[in-house]
């Protein structure tokens, strides 16, 4: 295995996952690659009809607000990449659904192994949004490496 690909958020548990996946990947002498994805906000700025008594979005996003949010993901990215004090590491930033993008990006980059932190979220979260750990367990090709992060 030489390629270890880390996958993060802004919880501060990313911490453990990173430190847990860094040291899996210098143990094995492996190349690390650490991704973030950011939520795909542009249904944001869709203007829909009233229903339900809801008015809905009456403007279309704020192109500054979506900037920011790149520019503050990419500045997580790099403030990461250099806790680990690794010039070598590199890093991923991708957008939309995380379990998907994770996952494309795995293959992309010829990953040997993802690195995932399991959030303890509650009964109903996971019922309505998923699971991103679930889903990237559940369609992976390589090998997962779960960090448990609870409290």
């Given at each position: 295995?030489?390629?270890?690909l880390?996958?993060?958020?802004y919880?501060?548990?990313?911490?453990?996952v990173?430190?847990?996946?860094?040291?899996?990947?210098k143990?094995m002498?492996?190349?690390?690659?650490?991704?973030?994805?950011?939520?795909?906000?542009?249904?944001?700025?869709?203007q829909?009809?009233?229903?339900m008594?809801?008015?809905?979005?009456?403007?279309?996003i704020?192109?500054?607000?979506?900037t920011?949010m790149r520019?503050?993901a990419?500045?997580?990215?790099?403030?990461?990449?250099?806790h680990?004090?690794?010039?070598?590491?590199?890093?991923?930033?991708?957008?939309?659904?995380a379990?998907?993008?994770?996952?494309?990006?795995?293959?992309e980059?010829?990953a040997?192994?993802?690195?995932?932190?399991t959030?303890?979220?509650?009964?109903?979260?996971?019922?309505?949004?998923?699971?991103?750990?679930?889903?990237?367990?559940?369609?992976?090709?390589?090998?997962v490496?779960?960090?448990?992060?609870?409290?």
């Amino acid at each position: 295995m030489k390629k270890v690909l880390i996958a993060i958020d802004y919880n501060p548990i990313s911490e453990k996952v990173v430190d847990a996946g860094y040291k899996l990947a210098k143990q094995m002498d492996a190349e690390v690659s650490l991704i973030h994805v950011v939520a795909d906000v542009s249904y944001y700025g869709v203007q829909y009809p009233t229903f339900m008594g809801y008015g809905g979005y009456d403007t279309s996003i704020d192109l500054s607000l979506a900037t920011e949010m790149r520019n503050v993901a990419k500045n997580y990215l790099e403030t990461v990449a250099k806790h680990l004090k690794d010039p070598s590491v590199s890093t991923q930033l991708e957008y939309g659904d995380a379990a998907d993008a994770i996952l494309k990006y795995a293959e992309e980059w010829k990953a040997d192994v993802i690195v995932l932190g399991t959030h303890s979220h509650n009964f109903l979260e996971k019922l309505l949004l998923g699971d991103v750990a679930s889903q990237v367990l559940k369609h992976t090709k390589v090998p997962v490496f779960m960090v448990p992060v609870k409290k």
